[in-house]
């Protein structure tokens, strides 16, 4: 079973089989070009961009999130924001996000490990297959699992359930690593251990989830013990 435990006061992960791993926000750091996108887009309509826009947001799928910053602004036939607001995005994904510190090296160790490694992510493949191609990281992961493409975005527990049938694998020797909150509350409520990963564009996750691990860096990420057989 996955445990967090403590080893001279280093947190080390006990029994991990299976890691699922969120994208922005947490591998990569494309959540600045999203926010940027999302201001953009309420200034050309003359409306400020809602304070709690990103926190509703953060675990939808990209279709979710259009639809709901329409119904804001009043746009009904949203066919034509989805193209440009994708067009750009992708452009973005294909050419210029980057890495998060310590990704690279901690999937490698995790390789090291044994440990089978996935994402579970809001975006579509058009966004994070070139975007995990560029920087190579896609050589770690054994299958992407895009809730925009399964249709069922991340604040349902309903897309972590989907992706451990689909792997033949247990919530038992599972963990996630995740930065959106409405995530997090699905996974630890399903039972998932869960890392919080915070990003600096998004609230601070000790305010919410005071009992899990929160990771500022992956410079800092658990050790892993053991792996399950």
């Not at 079973?1 to 992960?13: D, H, R, S, T």
């Not at 029994?15 to 990569?28: A, E, M, Q, S």
């Not at 510190?101 to 994402?119: H, P, R």
């Not at 691990?213 to 800092?220: C, G």
Request: glycine share 6%.
């Amino acid at each position: 079973m996955a445990k967090l435990i403590y080893q001279n006061n280093k947190p080390v992960l006990s029994g991990v089989k299976n890691i699922f791993f969120d994208l922005d926000g947490t591998l990569i750091d494309s959540l600045g070009v999203w926010r940027y996108t999302d201001r953009l887009f309420f200034e050309q309509h003359g409306i400020q961009m809602p304070e709690d826009f990103v926190q509703k947001t953060n675990a939808m799928r990209y279709e979710e999130t259009v639809r709901y910053a329409a119904d804001i602004v009043g746009i009904e036939d949203i066919s034509e924001l989805l193209v440009t607001w994708q067009i750009e995005a992708i452009k973005q994904y294909e050419t210029t996000i980057p890495l998060k510190k310590g990704v690279m090296e901690y999937l490698d160790y995790c390789a090291n490990k044994n440990i089978n490694m996935y994402i579970v992510t809001s975006g579509s493949k058009e966004m994070y297959e070139p975007c995990i191609k560029r920087l190579g990281i896609d050589k770690y992961i054994k299958k992407v699992f895009s809730a925009n493409e399964v249709g069922i975005g991340k604040q349902s527990g309903k897309i972590y359930s989907y992706a451990l049938k689909e792997i033949g694998a247990n919530i038992e020797n599972t963990v996630l690593f995740e930065d959106a909150e409405d995530a997090i509350k699905s996974a630890t409520d399903l039972g998932i251990l869960t890392i919080g990963v915070q990003d600096d564009n998004n609230n601070p996750l000790k305010d919410t989830f005071s009992h899990i691990l929160i990771l500022y860096s992956f410079k800092n990420a658990p050790l892993i013990m053991d792996c399950v057989k």
